[in-house]
Nanobody
């Protein structure tokens, strides 16, 4: 069973940066595609970014493209989300997710099998 623990959320002013981390344990990490999703109050959970198991391929939601960067350190069993130029509309709970080993990366939440508990990101002045 894979456990995912997110960290790095907090309060930041518009235009600022945060780096989220997601530490994985309890299973093989280096062959799993990973993703980040977010959910704002009163809204559906939405895709943010995804990365292939090797880290060689990434995908982003249009709303975060060129501002956010997903990366994966297989030696540390950790996936990161670097968020720059943050906007108030980025405010949400951010979730890390993992797919089954050997699968391709995906932008669809139902394709992911394991989820973290979430970390709050608030962008406000």
């Amino acid at each position: 069973q894979v456990q995912l623990v997110e960290s790095g959320g907090g309060l930041v002013q518009p235009g600022g940066s945060l780096r989220l981390s997601c530490a994985a344990s309890g299973g093989t990490f280096n062959t799993r595609p990973m993703g980040w999703f977010r959910q704002a109050p009163g809204k559906e959970r939405e895709f943010v970014a995804a990365i292939s198991w090797s880290g060689g391929s990434t995908d982003y939601a249009d709303s975060v493209k060129d501002r956010f960067t997903i990366s994966k350190d297989n030696a540390k069993n950790t996936v990161y989300l670097q968020m720059n130029s943050l906007k108030p509309e980025d405010t949400a709970v951010y979730y890390c997710a993992a797919r089954q080993r050997g699968r391709s990366s995906s932008t669809q939440a139902p394709d992911y099998d394991y989820w973290g508990q979430g970390t709050q990101v608030t962008v406000s002045s």
